[in-house]
């Protein structure tokens, strides 16, 4: 069980939401953690053709480690000014980063736990905690279900009474452990269709089948073999992950040097385990306005440049290295401007479009649980209300005096609610907060495209978080684009700069939430 502390609450209630699968992406974990963001600058450093980073780290690291718990003090100082020089490969600074960084990923979450055990309940900062934990256990190679199981038993089953500096002592033991190694069988669609040797992790269709009942799976498939590969990894999900990754690249080997198309199958199998793990991606891409605005179907001869861009967003659920050329390619087309000098100008448009975008849809969640309350003080009136925009406007209009006072049951509401709190007491401060964090989810998805694309580099540190965390709001601010072209017949860039403009005319002490709900209107 957990510790009945309204800071340590809220701080799991995020962790589980940012954990599960399902979460809407205005509640979801838009950034990577520290440690994964000094691991890209050094890349970047090793991968530069200069062997040079000139343009100061800190511009896209941000500077949120400046007050991050998991760094000890002194080492902030270091890391400042690190950031800030030149980083050269064949300068002293580069050793001394990459030396930093392996220090401070070392210690990172028994820091976070010592600095919890003495903080008083005030001075925790619940969302800025979880994103701070949830990115650095997903960065170090955990499944998000493995954590969210780990913390549910923890914390809901688990008769022993965890503090939150517990939980992360004890999750810090799993993260040093050396990886463990999984048997993983990903069974494929056809025969290897080559007359080479076949290796030994080959399985043919009978011996699948063998090996099946065996670590009792039971299974009708229809499969034409499969492999057996050895992984390493943090967890069952995880290794079945890669596992079906190496699949791929196996496949695209056999596709251009045999001519045979060899694709893997919706589960891998790990010994050991119980259940077989599903290999569907599901990176939470969103455009329900096709649906809303009976376009699923709408395809006409005339394909405007929102139509090509569903196409491309259709492979963000495919293979790493095509998710991230296909998402930037989707976002370039609808958002860049003729005279735009550096590409990169259509993440800063497509960030506006996700700030803009949060207010409702927050507001839209929190009206519809309300509605759901048959003793909610706001159920009438909300249930009145002829539109989402009504009801959004309802809710913030509630939270924003505090008047009536509302229950919301579980701890992910509460803290949703605070979100919404700070948001309509300083809007223009959050949004922008909003906008940076987004922007920088995007930039990154930029960079990873160029070295897919230019480098030719298919492993990057940040290529799986960059999707993770970019694909939802991705989906977001496009769906916006579709509602507008569907609706109205605006155009992508006149609709990012309508939403730049309502931005800058957002005032912190306004009194009348009414613009937060219409920025897009």
């Given amino acids: 069980m957990l510790e009945g502390k309204d800071s340590s609450q809220l701080v799991v209630a995020r962790l589980l939401e940012f954990f599960a699968g399902r979460s809407s992406w205005f509640r979801g974990l838009w950034e990577v953690g520290l440690v994964l963001l000094l691991h890209e600058a050094i890349e970047a450093v090793s991968t530069s053709p ?10 896209w690291t941000g500077s949120g480690f400046k007050s991050d718990e998991g760094i000890a003090p002194r080492d902030r100082d270091i890391l400042a000014a690190l950031l800030e020089s030149n980083l050269h490969a064949k300068g002293g600074e580069f050793p001394a980063l990459d030396r930093l960084t392996a220090r401070i990923e070392s210690e990172y979450l028994l820091r976070w736990a010592a600095w919890l055990k003495d903080a008083p309940q005030e001075k ?3 969302e800025r905690t979880a994103r701070a934990v949830a990115s650095h256990l997903l960065d170090a190679g955990f499944s998000s279900n493995y954590l969210h199981r780990w913390l549910t038993y923890r914390t809901t089953h688990d008769s022993r009474v965890y503090t939150l500096a517990e939980l992360l002592s004890e999750v810090h033991e799993l993260v040093t452990w050396a990886l463990p190694s999984f048997s993983v069988l990903v ?18 269709a009978r011996a699948v089948s063998h090996w099946l009942a065996a670590n009792g799976f039971k299974t009708s498939m229809r499969q034409g073999g499969g492999w057996l590969l050895d992984i390493k990894a943090r967890d069952a999900d995880a290794a079945a992950e890669r596992a079906a990754a190496a699949v791929e690249r196996l496949g695209a080997r056999l596709l251009i040097g045999a001519g045979h198309r060899q694709l893997h199958g ?9 259940m077989p793990v599903s290999l569907r991606r599901r990176r939470r891409v969103a455009v329900h306005s096709i649906e809303r605005q009976a376009q699923l179907f709408g395809q006409g001869e005339a394909m405007s440049r929102v139509d090509a861009a569903f196409e491309l967003l259709g492979q963000l659920d495919g293979p790493d290295v095509v998710a991230v050329a296909a998402g930037w390619a989707a976002i370039e087309a609808l958002l860049s401007a003729p005279n735009d000098e550096n590409k990169a100008a259509a993440a800063d448009r497509l960030a506006a479009l996700v700030a803009c975008s949060f207010p409702r849809a927050e507001l839209t969640l929190l009206a519809s649980l309300q509605m759901r309350q048959a003793s909610s003080p706001l159920k009438a009136q909300l249930d009145a209300c002829q539109s989402n925009r009504e009801r959004a406007l309802v809710m913030a209009k509630a939270l924003k005096s505090g008047q009536p006072s509302l229950s919301w049951g579980d701890a992910a509401q509460m803290a949703a609610v605070a979100r919404m709190g700070a948001l309509l007491n300083a809007p223009k401060l959050k949004l922008e907060d909003i906008r940076n964090h987004a922007n920088r989810a995007f930039r990154r998805l930029y960079r990873q495209r160029n070295l897919v694309l230019h480098a030719g580099m298919t492993n990057s540190v940040a290529l799986g978080a960059c999707l993770r965390t970019s694909a939802p709001l991705i989906g977001a601010g496009i769906d916006r684009i579709a509602h507008a072209w569907f609706v109205h017949g605006v155009e992508p860039l006149e609709l990012s700069v309508t939403a730049t403009h309502r931005l800058s005319l957002l005032k912190d002490k306004d009194a009348d939430p009414s613009p937060l709900v219409d920025l897009l209107e």
């Fill in 50 to 59: 200069t062997g040079a980073l000139f343009n100061k780290a800190l511009d």
């Fill in 266 to 274: 919706e589960h891998a199998y790990v010994r050991g385990e119980r």
């Fill in 124 to 126: 925790v900062k619940p």
């Fill in 187 to 204: 069974p494929v669609n056809a025969a290897l269709g080559s007359k080479a040797q076949p290796p030994k992790e080959w399985l043919d």
